[in-house]
């Protein structure tokens, strides 16, 4: 026993030394794993933070892309509306330009019957002033002349219906200032649809 208790105190006490040395090695893994916890939940709490954070940036993002969307459909429906508020100016704009045309025609030619008759006048009196009597009766006689040959156009103009001629051109200059000013409403509701195009832009 003498001979073992020397060995057995040596065992001993490097079991002991051992021991103390797992529990300080046991004591820093336990530091460790507390630090190490802290930095867990602390990025635990940030990786939440920021799915949350890219949730509403994604939810966001969907909104703006609808929307965007919205105003493309937007944006397509008014050109398409201000194409055919387009097409229809252009025809009326054409009807108003062959309307005006037309009315021209008939305005210079009364125009031309009511100057040769008013030059006719002026040659009349001249030569009443000049000839006396006899070349005022003679003017009298060409200006019915005059007269009767412009009745007569008139009558092949309008295929025998004077009144209706005369009623015909009231018609077409009232028409032509009603499309006219159609034309001025048109213009006026296309620069409407622009300025709406570049607000919805």
């Known amino acids: 026993l003498l001979l073992r208790s020397p060995q057995a105190a040596v065992r001993y006490n490097t079991i002991l030394t051992r021991n ?7 004591r820093s893994l336990t530091i460790q794993k507390a630090i190490f916890d802290n930095y867990y939940w602390k990025y635990e709490r940030q990786l939440t933070q920021q799915n949350r954070q ?7 993002a969907i909104e703006d892309y609808e929307q965007l969307m919205e105003c493309l459909t937007k944006i397509s429906d008014i050109r398409e509306v201000r194409y055919k508020h387009t097409i229809k100016f ?5 009807e108003l330009k062959c309307a005006l045309q037309q009315e021209l025609k008939r ?3 009364f125009v031309t019957k009511c100057t040769d ?3 006719l006048k002026e040659k009349a009196k001249q030569r009443e002033g000049i000839g006396g009597g006899r070349i005022s009766e003679w003017a009298k006689q060409r200006q019915t002349e005059s007269y009767e040959v412009a009745y007569k156009h008139l009558l092949e103009k309008s295929d025998g219906e004077i009144d209706q001629l005369l009623n015909e051109f009231v018609e077409k200059n009232r028409r032509f200032f009603i499309l006219f000013a159609y034309g001025i409403r048109l213009n006026a509701g296309n620069e409407g649809m ?8």
């Open 117 to 119: 008759l008013s030059e």
């Open 20 to 26: 103390n040395k797992l529990r300080e090695e046991t």
């Open 54 to 60: 890219l949730n509403i940036a994604t939810e966001i």
């Open 90 to 94: 252009n025809i009326k704009m054409l």
């Open 107 to 109: 305005k210079n030619f």
């Open 194 to 201: 622009r300025q709406k195009m570049k607000d919805v832009q």
